[in-house]
Nanobody
Framework: QVQLVESGGGLVQSGDSLRLSCVDS????????MGWFRQAPGKEREFVGA????????LYTDSVKGRFTISRDNAKNTVYLQMNRLKPEDTAVYFC?????????????????????WGQGTQVTVSS
């Protein structure tokens, strides 16, 4: 069973970079598509990006395209979220999530409901 732990969050200034990591201690990550979501105070959880099983495809929400990059290393059971040119509106708790069954429609990965497992989240705060 996949068990996810995020790390790498912190307090940075606008324009800085951070790389988040999400490790699967259950060593099952290669069997899952992986997603990153975020939740700001008082707001609903929103999709950030996703990557398919072997990194064949990625999907990003419009607000992070060109700034954020998702990658994965299945040998290390780790998925990454490289965040560049951070903005104050990127401030949120960031969660990684794992989805076992994907039927091939990329936009399905943007829906939080069907994900099978979630990490506990890591806080990212961007000051202006």
């Amino acid at each position: 069973q996949v068990q996810l732990v995020e790390s790498g969050g912190g307090l940075v200034q606008s324009g800085d970079s951070l790389r988040l990591s999400c490790v699967d201690s259950g060593r099952m990550m290669s069997n899952y598509c992986m997603g990153w979501f975020r939740q700001a105070p008082g707001k609903e959880r929103e999709f950030v990006g996703a990557i398919t099983y072997g990194a064949e495809h990625t999907l990003y929400t419009d607000s992070v395209k060109g700034r954020f990059t998702i990658s994965r290393d299945n040998a290390k059971n780790t998925v990454y979220l490289q965040m560049n040119r951070l903005k104050p509106e990127d401030t949120a708790v960031y969660f990684c999530a794992a989805k076992r069954l994907w039927l091939g429609l990329l936009t399905d990965l943007a829906e939080p409901g069907p994900y099978d497992a979630w990490g506990q989240g890591t806080q990212v705060t961007v000051s202006s």
